[in-house]
């Protein structure tokens, strides 16, 4: 069974998400970033950390492939290596990081995260007009394909998914439709919905219902 550190609406999402669509067996251990536990796990004090016997690993793009590539007998989440098609899917995971989060993260540290005395309000429309740039690209490359792979649903998705519902959340404008569609397509999915109600579970807080009313 897989150990995972995370904390509700976090990047570990990302890694509950994805141990959801592959159907696996977890413990899930909510945690500040700075609790001397993941202090002890992960130098950078950053969430999350999954733990597998004697590998711990960080970086939530780095956990959800692995967990892919471990049980592509199961769900396949990842293409075979060596292949034109694990070239697009590397390809698809580096532009989200590079191009589609930067951005984003950059302007949720400087609007929320850093202390006012360090916070730098002048980068903030800088953030959105290079997320507009990726979305623009987003939207040339992914077309008509239902995933940004084609036909098949993979860890790319998780990525790209997950960091547009940050960007929605931030109300920044995703102002092509064929993204829009295909964000409200993968956010539908029925794992990722399992993985944000196992992370309130883990993190005992009310349903999305219970604090509507």
Not at 163 to 188: P, Q
Request: proline residues 6%; charged residues 30%.
């Amino acid at each position: 069974m897989y150990l995972l550190y995370t904390a509700p609406r976090t990047r570990g999402t990302r890694v509950v998400w994805t141990l959801e669509e592959l159907g696996l067996d977890y413990d899930l251990r909510i945690h500040a970033p700075r609790d001397n536990e993941i202090r002890a796990l992960n130098p950078l004090r950053k969430l999350p950390v999954l733990v597998d016997g004697d590998l711990v690993l960080t970086e939530s793009a780095a956990i959800c492939t692995y967990l892919a590539d471990r049980h592509r007998d199961r769900v396949e989440l990842s293409p075979g290596f060596g292949s034109a098609a694990r070239a697009r899917f590397d390809a698809w995971n580096y532009y989200v990081l590079t191009d589609l989060e930067a951005p984003v993260w950059t302007y949720t540290k400087n609007a929320l995260v850093y202390p006012e005395k360090i916070r730098v309000p002048e980068i903030l429309p800088a953030c959105r007009k290079e997320f507009d740039r990726s979305v623009s690209a987003l939207a040339e490359k992914l077309g008509d394909n239902t995933y940004l792979m084609g036909d098949t649903f993979s860890v790319s998705d998780i990525l790209c998914g997950h960091t547009l519902a940050w960007a929605r959340s931030l109300e920044f404008s995703i102002a092509r439709d064929n993204v829009n569609a295909y964000a409200d397509r993968v956010l539908e999915r029925p794992a990722l919905a399992r993985a944000r109600a196992r992370e309130r579970e883990a993190a005992e807080l009310p349903s999305p219902a219970d604090q509507a009313g």
